[in-house]
């Protein structure tokens, strides 16, 4: 997949991960980005194409897909974490992550493969987390949702294969956005370095992209029995 020229559209691009990517797609010569997010147009992303798009909006996600009909490259990066618990937290907050970061996602593809299909075939990057593959005191429902999307990213690679379209599954660890804010004794990833790790893999075809050095240590450890606790 070639970054230069492409048409690119990146969800929650607003802010963090997604905005970064916005910035270097464009610096890396990217003809267009849509910079997709609830709140639409951002004054601080010059250069960008603003799209209103809530993901887990059926009528929107059909929207985006017949304003943006030269897409290229899909970054689906949107998601949501309300820090719940599996036993005990709100069911309603947990499905709601489902409801962004795995039904959003499909939803996202579902109404882009066709216009990627007709553009040549392209490429999807699918933003999943380390999470996927650990468990932790709270937050568990923000790792399943995100397990579900590595799963998702590996079947549609098999069911895109035939109409050529790259999938890329993107594993991030700790990273300095809103979403990591409240957290102040850990080290976290520059959402630059993130972005320009996913656009080097996406470039160079590949199906996964370990962003840093913790995700790199958790995929070796898959190998063995998950830890008791």
């Known amino acids: 997949m070639q970054i230069e020229g492409a048409v690119a559209l990146v969800t929650g691009a607003n802010r963090g991960i997604g905005r970064a990517f916005v910035t270097e797609l464009l610096a890396r010569g990217a003809s267009k980005v849509y910079a997709a997010s609830r709140s639409g147009a951002d004054p601080e992303l010059p250069g960008a194409v603003p799209l209103r798009l809530d993901i887990t909006d059926p009528e929107q996600v059909t929207a985006a897909a017949e304003a943006a ?27 709601a992550e489902f409801e962004t970061n795995f039904f959003g996602t499909l939803s996202m593809v579902r109404a882009f493969a066709p216009v990627l299909e007709h553009n040549g075939g392209g490429a999807i990057l699918n933003v999943s987390s380390a999470m996927a593959w650990m468990g932790y005191e709270h937050s568990n429902a923000y ?37 990591m804010a409240w957290a102040h004794d850990i080290e976290k990833n520059d959402p630059r370095d993130v972005a320009n790790t996913a656009l080097d893999g996406i470039a160079a075809g590949a199906t996964e992209v370990l962003a840093d050095d913790a995700s790199a240590a958790l995929k070796r450890s898959l190998a063995e029995p998950p830890p008791a606790a």
């Open 143 to 179: 790792g399943a949702s995100k397990a579900a999307v590595w799963a998702l990213s590996n079947g549609l690679r098999v069911e895109l294969a035939e109409q050529k379209t790259q999938v890329t599954t993107l594993i991030v660890a700790s990273t300095d956005t809103d979403m």
């Open 69 to 95: 009909p030269d897409v290229t490259l899909l970054i689906d990066n949107a998601g949501i974490s309300t820090f719940e618990r599996l036993i005990d937290g709100e069911m309603s907050k947990v499905r």
